[in-house]
């Protein structure tokens, strides 16, 4: 009884995917093999049979924003659509809310899919023949909702989304960033639990980008949905995703918070990755922070010597909690050589982030060849001449 | 490389399958009637300007004012044309064809479209069914169905199905994957997914689809009118056999006018039913800025009910006018009502006895049906029991192949004229041209050429096996193979121009009645002795319709009655034909007491 209550327990609306592998082509299961014995995806392809996920194995918790973030060809894709069945695995399963959603039936699949799962678009895959409220309640209609009560609630995930009014416009009638809105509203509409976005913010433009990835960490906060969110884009990943996984060739490389790929990248691969990202937007004073007594003993500009907590956060420029990002202490700290102080809740001193260290996260992660390279560049004769094109303007 | 024995294959499967599959020919035969009767019935009933009025309203609700004003001319022009009729039932035969093709070519595409293995079958099957001339499946189409409009609407159907199905698998293919994808996604069923996003979104794709249905089948009409499909089709056949310009361009301009009605109206319809189609109206409407007379269009429900107004009307009218005519000689006499069918093929000689017969049949009680067809047709149809008899029949020389290949099924009541005679003619301003012995060493007066007819012709055989031979004019003439109104048409042209011309021609023939030519004397006798023209009835004919068949046995004309008849018909024009039987027979009374004897 017990057992059986705990592994009920593991299960219940968290998100598992366990050993998943798709290949496309001839032969998969002897492929899913050659690959559990370490071939790799090349070797395949030569075959003729294409590996797009290989053992693809995490845990996604209630509540939690899971980004799975790759190039194109890296298998992203597939990976979102082998966990609502959209795409059967070739090998491996997929555990949601107590089922194991690989040996459904696909009429049971569907049932799933109607009720527990729902999927927003790159393209926002609106159904261009209805109205903006149909196209919100298309959901709740293929559950069987009375025609009253999904105009109800899909009139509630408008409002959601901030389209109320918009209701009976048609899609075609709509900006990009509202089109996705509405496909948000579509998916929110249904009350399922599991919310997977496929590049739902890729096909936008930056600044409303930034907009609705505001808006969804905005909804996030009330609706704690699970999400699986696919995305090419780091920064992204990084600002949405409680957990990041990075994919590449069908793997999964390194599995984390943001911080853990920024700062432990696992292999060149994912580092070249981090390059552009905006580190002091990611990085938080909690990541960053030294102990406190790191600064007992600093002399400040002001001549005075910090001793105990108490000086620390006196003499402090800014005083912040962990989860800051670090982008909004460069401006305090360059008035004065004195650390920020980081605190918790309750005010007590955890850390302190001194000028250097700040600096110091901001470069590129240790042993990456690229600044040399750039460096020896800039003596070539070319780089020269630019040098002084840019003195002269 | 041996020769592959295709051909017989064929004949054998055709035989095999009429004589395995007739219950399934006749049933798909009697409902392919019973819906062209129907939708005939109702088209012809109502008064013609009335119909067109109601047509007019319908271009007016769906395209505007001037598509309204537009429609409404163009029927009334055929209306004052008198081909109103055959406009109507030229039709039904096309909206028979697009319904039946539509309920097969759609099912298909779906099918299609979602199954490759589907798909890759059905494209060489409809590749074959596109490019095969229909005449070669009309033929075959004959001996299942029968002559009339059956075999006209199944080839129609065989022709319009490729772009059907073609259409809906595109339309399908094409709607936009990850649409298809988000249904899924919401976990609607295959089924749903289909009807709530596909359909709708393959809609205009399909309706393009069913205008070309429309188009085709309109092309195909006059194929059917030379199997007995009657119709605008009918009417062009008849024309191009007679070298009738004026008859052949009214004909062709009444299918131009159904066709671009047609065309526009299912156009517009494909927009209005489609939900993309109608936002894109909605959206131009927009654009186009505030309402005026000519793009003023009738709410549906006004244009309804002034469309069903009109169609009250229209039909009460049709109700006091239209019908009941035909019905009065025919209760009494001999033949109590009986039914007989007279097959022929748009010739004068068969056009003249044909309706000859119809009126003393009629006379005489009998209900008489007439069929124009094209020869092939005609003896098929005969063989197959559909026509009862026909009076054209050139025995035993120029209809030889038909006579071998039907003769088991059919009866040979004998000849009512002749003897015919084929040979070459030339317009007699050709001086010193008068025998074919005089041909010889005159190539260059004539291009070197012979205009022929249809190469199957069995006189075509003999003028080149025999004729030029035995005077020696193989390799000075060539024989150019064509069709006899190619033929005409050459006579006619040369004729005007006075140009020196060279044709084959048969006796009795109207060219002969119409231009002042010269047939080529033949001293060697080579093209025979002629031909008699028969008349020739399907099998059981004389047990059946033992009166008829004696009438037809004793049936003789001579040359003056025969070309005065002729002269008759020819003046009266079409549609009037066995109004100048009458005229004809009120001054030959002593034919009609000899031709039936009460």
Not at chain 1, 99 to 120: C, F
Not at chain 2, 209 to 214: A, D, L
Not at chain 2, 516 to 521: A, C, G, H, I, V
Request: charged share 20%.
């Amino acid at each position: 009884m017990i057992v059986s209550f705990q592994r009920r327990e593991v299960y219940v609306s968290r998100l598992q995917s366990e050993h998943l592998y798709k290949v496309f082509g001839r032969r998969p299961d002897e492929a899913v093999r050659r690959l559990e014995e370490g071939a790799d995806r090349a070797e395949l392809r030569s075959d003729g049979t294409t590996a797009a996920v290989i053992d693809a194995s995490f845990t996604v918790e209630p509540g939690q924003t899971f980004v799975v973030m790759g190039l194109s060809g890296s298998g992203k894709s597939t990976l979102l659509r082998m966990l609502n069945g959209l795409l059967a695995p070739t090998a491996g399963r997929v555990l949601f809310d107590g089922q194991d959603l690989t040996a459904l039936s696909p009429r049971e699949l569907r049932a799933v899919r109607s009720t527990k799962i729902s999927m927003v678009f790159q393209h926002f895959a609106l159904f261009p023949h209805r109205s903006v409220l149909d196209n919100a309640g298309y959901g709740l209609e293929v559950q069987g909702v009375s025609a009253p009560e999904r105009r109800r609630r899909a009139t509630e995930a408008l409002e959601l989304v901030g389209l109320a009014g918009w209701e009976d416009s048609w899609p075609d009638e709509l900006s990009g960033g509202m089109q996705q809105r509405v496909g948000l509203a579509r998916a929110l509409a249904t009350d399922a639990d599991l919310l997977l976005m496929d590049e739902s913010f890729s096909a936008l433009d930056p600044l409303i980008r930034r907009d609705m990835q505001d808006q969804l960490l905005e909804l996030q906060k009330t609706l704690k949905k699970t999400i699986v969110f696919i995305t090419h884009d780091l920064n992204e990943a990084m600002r949405l995703g409680d957990q990041i996984a990075v994919m590449r060739d069908g793997r999964i490389v390194q599995l984390g918070t943001a911080e853990d790929i920024l700062v432990t990248p696992a292999d060149d691969y994912v580092a070249s990755f981090t390059q552009d990202v905006d580190r002091s937007r990611v990085l938080t004073a909690g990541a960053i922070m030294a102990d406190a007594d790191s600064a007992y003993g600093m002399v400040t500009d002001s001549g005075r010597k910090l001793t105990c907590a108490k000086d620390v956060l006196a003499a402090a420029p800014i005083t912040v909690m962990a989860d800051a990002p670090i982008v909004g202490l460069f401006t305090p700290c360059s008035a004065t050589d004195a650390p920020v102080a980081v605190v918790d809740d309750s005010g007590e001193l955890t850390g302190v982030v001194p000028r250097s260290r700040l600096l110091a996260v901001l470069g590129e992660p240790m042993g990456s060849p690229e600044p040399a390279a750039k460096t020896a560049s800039l003596s070539t004769p070319d780089a020269d001449l630019d040098a002084r094109e840019v003195a002269r303007a | 490389m041996p020769r592959l024995p295709l051909g017989d294959v064929v004949d054998r499967g055709v035989d095999w399958l009429q004589f395995h599959l007739s219950w399934l020919f006749d049933a798909i035969s009697s409902f392919v009637t019973g819906m062209y009767d129907g939708i005939d019935a109702a088209l012809s009933a109502p008064e013609p300007l009335l119909f067109a009025g109601v047509l007019a309203v319908l271009a007016w609700w769906l395209r505007g004012l001037l598509a309204g004003v537009l429609a409404f001319a163009g029927f009334a022009l055929v209306d004052s044309i008198e081909l109103w009729d055959e406009a109507m039932s030229t039709l039904s035969l096309v909206l028979v064809a697009t319904v039946v093709t539509l309920a097969i070519a759609v099912p298909l595409g779906i099918w299609a479209s979602r199954s490759k293995t589907v798909s890759a079958i059905i494209r060489p099957v409809l590749d074959f069914m596109q490019t095969m001339p229909a005449m070669v499946y009309l033929i075959p189409g004959i001996i299942f169905f029968g002559v009339g409009v059956v075999p006209g609407i199944i080839a129609t159907i065989v022709f319009a199905l490729p772009p059907g199905v073609r259409m809906t698998e595109l339309g399908i293919r094409q709607v936009d994957k990850e649409l298809v994808e988000a249904a899924e996604a919401f976990g609607t069923t295959p089924k749903d997914t289909l009807i709530r996003v596909q359909l709708p979104l393959a809609l205009p794709t399909i309706m393009a689809g069913v205008n070309q249905v429309i188009m085709l089948g309109l092309s195909m009409v006059v194929i059917a009118g030379m199997v007995g499909g009657g119709g605008l089709g009918g009417a062009v056949y008849r024309a191009i056999g007679n070298v009738d310009i004026g008859l052949g361009f009214e004909a062709g301009v009444s299918i131009v006018i159904l066709a671009m009605y047609l065309d526009r109206i299912t156009g517009e319809l494909g927009r209005q039913v489609s939900p993309l189609g109608r936002r894109a109206i909605a959206r131009a409407k927009e654009a186009a800025g505030g309402p005026s007379l000519w793009n003023y269009r009738p709410q549906p429900v006004v244009a309804l009910v002034g469309v069903v107004i009109l169609a009250l009307v229209a039909g009460g009218m049709g109700v006091f006018g239209g019908a009941g005519k035909a019905d009065e000689e025919r209760a009494g006499g001999i033949g109590k009502g009986r039914e007989v069918t007279i097959g022929y093929i748009p010739w004068d000689e068969g056009i003249a006895s044909t309706f000859l017969w119809k009126e003393v049949l009629e006379r005489r009680g009998f209900a008489v049906e007439t069929q124009q067809l094209e020869a092939g047709a005609l003896y098929t149809g005969l063989a197959g029991g559909q026509i009862d008899f026909q009076t054209d029949a050139w025995l035993p020389i120029t209809h030889a192949t038909y006579w071998k290949k039907y003769a088991s099924e059919l009866e040979d009541l004998g000849p009512w004229y002749g003897p015919t005679s084929l040979e070459l003619s030339v317009p007699s301003y050709v001086k010193g041209v008068d025998s074919l012995d005089d041909l010889k060493g005159q190539s260059a007066r004539f291009e070197g050429r012979v205009i022929g007819i249809e190469p199957s012709a069995g006189m075509m055989g003999l003028l080149k096996d025999k004729v030029l031979k035995e005077y020696g004019l193989t390799g000075e003439y060539k024989v150019i193979d064509g069709s006899t109104p190619g033929m005409l048409a050459e006579l006619k042209r040369a004729y005007q121009k006075k140009e020196p011309v060279l044709t084959t021609l048969w006796s009795p023939h109207w060219a002969y009645s119409t231009y002042d030519l010269k047939k080529l004397k033949d001293p060697k006798n080579a093209w025979g002795k002629g031909d008699g023209v028969h008349t020739v009835a399907r099998k059981g004919f004389s047990a059946d319709q033992p009166e008829i068949a004696q009438w037809l046995k004793d049936f003789r004309l001579t040359e003056k009655q025969l070309t005065d008849l002729e002269a008759e018909i020819q003046q009266a024009g079409k549609g009037e034909e066995q109004d100048a039987v009458r005229t004809w027979l009120s001054e030959n009374p002593q034919v009609e007491k000899a031709m039936a004897p009460q």
